[in-house]
């Protein structure tokens, strides 16, 4: 297993800031998952990992040697782009070991590889095909295997999930999952998409604008978040973020015993019948779950109520919330302890 550290990796493009200033731990043996929006930095760190760009400043070191300058084949690593970049005229088994063979690997071990990687990812019976004789799960079986046979402790991987349909999205996930604890792999794994980030990852990367908002484990960025962006990003639907003036819900007589500027309240978290009049202004039904976006003030507040309740815009509703499922924020969008 190896470990990974960016310390102060900054990366310009002309002028502009695509990293600022990045410090990074990833212990070895771990998920760890690159979160954020398109442009926020995410793929370029990955690639500073990789090799394939190099930083502006700033340093890249893998089980504790330092490779800022060296490039990919010396770094001990294996990557899965998005478009899996499989080579047409070859056939399965040609794609998967094509990597040994640049790397002159004798023909005995080639085989046993290919064997052994063929049967963790359930290749045997298509060996002998070509990459238009498979379907998109295939097809990331096919690149996974290309990087597991390299036999490398570290795996990065570029949003390999996004060409696939929403329920093969699924399956992979847990496959990868899977796949990374039984063979000990630290896995570097891109995505924009929060809800790989949260069933898979040990570790949560979020990044805005080439900085890191927050790192943690899913739980912690979910119950705790560090800003006002991660609250937003982390969620479906995302946190309510109330503004707040002289105590109150903007616009509301609705008091609260707290300071700060924004009040955060998960939809999850806001149940009807209780003390804060709200006007439902819209409603969403999603069969188990009834989203109310409901206006208390000047603000709007969603509501996850049961799918159940029968209920129409314009209704007169009143809504409650523990305290405890409270977060504040102050006027920089940073938590409140």
């Known amino acids: 297993m190896s470990s990974i550290q960016l310390v102060?990796?900054?990366?310009?493009?002309?002028?502009?800031?695509?990293?600022d200033a990045i410090d990074l731990t990833i212990e070895p043996g771990t998920f760890c998952?690159?979160?954020?929006?398109?442009?926020?930095?995410?793929?370029?760190t990955l690639r500073i990992i990789a090799g394939l760009e190099s930083p502006s400043s700033g340093q890249v070191f893998v089980d504790g040697k330092e490779v800022t300058h060296q490039p990919p084949a010396l770094r001990g690593l294996a990557m899965v782009f998005q478009n899996y970049a499989l080579f047409p005229h070859l056939?399965?088994?040609?794609?998967?070991?094509?990597?040994?063979?640049?790397?002159?690997?004798?023909?005995?071990?080639?085989?046993?590889?290919?064997?052994?990687?063929?049967?963790?990812?359930?290749?045997?019976?298509?060996?002998?095909?070509?990459?238009?004789?498979?379907?998109?799960?295939?097809?990331?079986?096919?690149?996974?295997?290309?990087?597991?046979?390299?036999?490398?402790?570290?795996?990065?991987?570029?949003?390999?999930?996004?060409?696939?349909?929403?329920?093969?999205?699924?399956?992979?996930?847990?496959?990868l999952r899977d796949l990374q604890?039984?063979?000990?792999?630290?896995?570097?794994?891109?995505?924009?998409?929060?809800?790989e980030a949260m069933s898979m990852a040990d570790q949560v990367v979020l990044l805005n604008?080439?900085?890191?908002?927050?790192?943690?484990?899913?739980?912690?960025?979910?119950?705790?978040?560090?800003?006002?962006?991660?609250?937003?990003?982390?969620?479906?639907?995302?946190?309510?973020?109330?503004?707040?003036?002289?105590?109150?819900?903007?616009g509301s007589r609705v008091a609260v015993d707290h300071a700060g500027d924004f009040l955060?309240?998960?939809?999850?978290?806001?149940?009807?019948?209780?003390?804060?009049?709200?006007?439902v202004r819209s409603l969403e039904y999603l069969g188990a779950d009834l989203v109310l976006r409901c206006a208390v003030g000047s603000e709007l507040i969603t509501v996850r109520a049961d799918g159940k309740s029968d209920m129409a815009a314009g209704a007169q509703v009143t809504l409650q919330w523990q305290e405890s499922t409270a977060h504040y924020f102050d006027a920089q969008g940073n938590r409140i302890s």
């Open 91 to 175: 056939n399965v088994a040609g794609n998967i070991t094509f990597g040994l063979s640049v790397r002159r690997v004798n023909a005995t071990e080639t085989a046993r590889r290919l064997q052994a990687t063929a049967e963790l990812l359930g290749l045997e019976k298509l060996l002998d095909r070509k990459p238009s004789q498979l379907s998109g799960g295939q097809q990331q079986r096919v690149a996974l295997g290309r990087a597991l046979v390299a036999q490398t402790k570290i795996c990065l991987m570029d949003e390999p999930l996004s060409n696939l349909d929403a329920r093969l999205r699924q399956d992979m996930r847990h496959e």
């Open 264 to 279: 955060g309240i998960r939809p999850e978290s806001v149940s009807l019948d209780g003390q804060v009049p709200a006007t």
């Open 33 to 44: 998952v690159l979160l954020g929006p398109s442009g926020c930095g995410k793929s370029t």
């Open 181 to 195: 604890q039984r063979l000990g792999l630290t896995v570097v794994y891109v995505t924009h998409d929060q809800t």
């Open 209 to 250: 604008n080439g900085r890191i908002e927050q790192s943690a484990a899913p739980r912690t960025l979910y119950s705790r978040p560090a800003t006002t962006f991660a609250a937003r990003f982390i969620g479906t639907p995302s946190m309510n973020l109330l503004r707040l003036e002289n105590g109150h819900i903007a």
């Open 8 to 19: 102060g990796v900054t990366k310009d493009w002309g002028g502009t800031k695509a990293l």
